[in-house]
């Protein structure tokens, strides 16, 4: 890691945010509304309390390891074969993501502002950018993610505040009209899909050195803490305007938006929540390459950092391209494979590794006592 590539708290409180946020804002509304109904606010806390525990997983081990990332402490803990296990496993994750947010970009592109255009030139010139983006280095994507994240959350919460006429808190109730277990499903969903990806953000905590080297992990919380407000804004707004037809709607907040009219004024302003999709999901695409490349080079002992930008973005264009097969497809493995896989095997992984560390601490601690005795 090169000296000039680390950032500062602000800017590491951007990228979390930019990374957890994404394009959550308009997407997580749909499938946790489709399965948990007028509770998937309940669902949206519960999966925020579960990303917290796997943040605070990541912040420990991060304080532990006195900054290493993941691929390395895993490989101090577990040995080395198994670290390229992890580290092979953590490369298939974000290999599958990344592709993954890229096409929803082109398919929310494709089928709802320019219809007439194929998706195939929204994923390359996607990846165009963010390919240049991550290679600039990390610190540069920070210092512009700052300023870009602050835009994504002025016209979130504009939306949401043109929006109060339409509210309708009669949709709260009945409350828990099918029980507990929808409440779970959309849980689930979301655990995976934003709040358990922090998991992944344990590539990214190497890069953060405040001035005195001191192992803060305030910026962090914070950052978490903004991301879950406003998506629980997201998905507790539409479901007070839209009711039980929330989850028939693919890009919620976007409809929220198309039903917004201030006099002659306000008029289609759904296409600012589109700049803001496109912004969020940019960003989030930009961090999963570089996640992606830091764990490829780590995995190949590759000097030379920015080497392998460029063919990992061609893979993943061509995957963004031929991964999914139609709609549906996306939505089941996006809402169904990838939060099984993100939480019962990177989220297992970083508690195991908390657990790990943890206990051969205290068992190093008692074993210096008697040494000193």
Known sequence: ??????????????????????????????????????????????????????????????????????????????????????????AGLLLFALPAVVAGIGDFLSNVM????????????????????????????????????FIMLVIALLILLLALPLYKPAFFLPFLPDGIRPVLHGTFLSSGFPFGEIFLFAMIYPFFRPDKRSFSTKPMYIAYCISGTLLFLCVLCTSLTFGPATGYYKYSLYSLASEIHVAELLQRIEAIVGIALIIGSYMKASIFLFMLNQVVIKLLKIKDEAALIYPITLVSLFLSLTLFKDPSDFNDQIYVLWPFAIIFVGCSLIVLLAIISWFRIRLRTPAQGRDKA
């Open 1 to 90: 890691m090169k000296a000039h590539n680390t950032v500062d708290g602000i800017q590491i409180a951007g990228l979390m945010i930019a990374y957890t946020t994404g394009s959550s804002i308009v997407f997580i509304p749909n499938p946790i509304s489709e399965a948990a109904g007028n509770v998937s606010w309940l669902s949206t806390l519960l999966s925020f309390s579960f990303g917290l525990i796997v943040l605070f997983c990541t912040l420990y081990l991060y304080r532990v390891h006195q900054g290493q990332d993941l691929i390395t402490y895993s490989r101090m803990l577990l040995g080395r074969f198994v670290s390229c296990l992890v580290a092979i496993t953590v």
């Open 114 to 149: 320019m219809t007439e255009t194929p998706v195939y030139v929204f994923n390359s010139l996607s990846f165009f950018t963010i390919a240049l983006t991550a290679r600039a280095g990390l610190k540069d994507m920070a210092r512009a993610f700052v300023l870009l994240v």
